[in-house]
């Protein structure tokens, strides 16, 4: 099987094309730069790169990409910087996601390609009936107005649980929800919900990116974890928090 991811160089991608690597799994990533990928992900010839941008690709660039993939992978983020949050492309993920997936329609795979979007936990699923307080609502509301990224986010998922649902025969997906962001060496036992346990905002956990990825891959390889969560939008932390 092969398997594309977008954000293949950021802090949680690199970690998931590594795991699944490790798996014998054959990747594909679309960066701007392999020269920030560690040596042994580039020397390792189940990884496949194509150094673009991925929104100034063609159409048909990306229809070339996603043509024979079983699955699409996309850790798109933005960086935490003045530019990465409030610059141009400020709906980098939306935008992405719109694209890929529209790629992907127009292979019209025999068998449905699942879509694995990292996202947050602070993007409230609505069509799953999630409520939050009104504290929390206000906060939401001002973050998404103030802060690009977060719009960004919520408006990818939407884009995803409005157009596929269980009738669309070519595209599966799946939101992987993490709570606050750590770094950790190894991954670690960690729990996975359909809706959060605890607010995003005034009582957030932690979640390693190791173990998002570690996740995401099982989502990709695991027919029975992808058969308990497509189409929705799990939230993960780690077993600790």
């Not at 094309?17 to 701007?32: A, M, N, P, S, T």
């Not at 990465?84 to 719109?98: A, N, Y």
């Not at 269980?166 to 929800?177: D, G, P, Q």
Request: include cysteine; hydrophobic fraction near 40%.
């Amino acid at each position: 099987m092969t398997t594309l991811i977008v954000g293949a160089t950021g802090a949680t991608g690199r970690l998931l094309v590594k795991q699944l690597l490790d798996q014998g799994e054959k990747v594909k990533i679309i960066v701007r730069s392999a020269n920030s990928l560690p040596e042994t992900l580039k020397q390792n010839n189940q990884l496949s790169i194509t150094e673009a941008s991925l929104l100034d690709m063609t159409d048909s660039e990306l229809l070339r990409q996603v043509e024979g993939c079983c699955a699409v992978a996309s850790c798109l983020g933005h960086n935490l910087t003045f530019k990465g949050m409030f610059c141009h492309p400020r709906s980098l993920v939306t935008e992405g996601v719109q694209r890929l997936c529209r790629a992907i329609e127009k292979t019209r795979p025999d068998v449905p390609v699942k879509f694995i979007l990292m996202n947050t936990t602070g993007n409230q699923n609505i069509q799953a009936g999630e409520k939050v307080s009104i504290a929390e609502t206000l906060t939401i509301g001002l973050i998404r107005y103030l802060i690009p990224p977060h719009a960004d986010n919520e408006i990818a998922a939407a884009y995803l649980q409005s157009n596929f649902g269980s009738n669309h025969k070519l595209i599966e997906w799946a939101a992987v929800r993490p709570d606050s962001l750590i770094n950790e060496e190894a991954f670690t036992e960690y729990d996975v919900y359909s809706s959060p346990t605890r607010s995003a905002i005034f009582d957030a956990g932690k979640t390693s990116r190791i173990n998002v990825a570690h996740f995401m891959s099982q989502l990709i390889i695991n027919d029975y974890t992808w058969g308990k969560w497509k189409r929705q939008m799990p939230v993960i932390y780690n077993a600790s928090s």
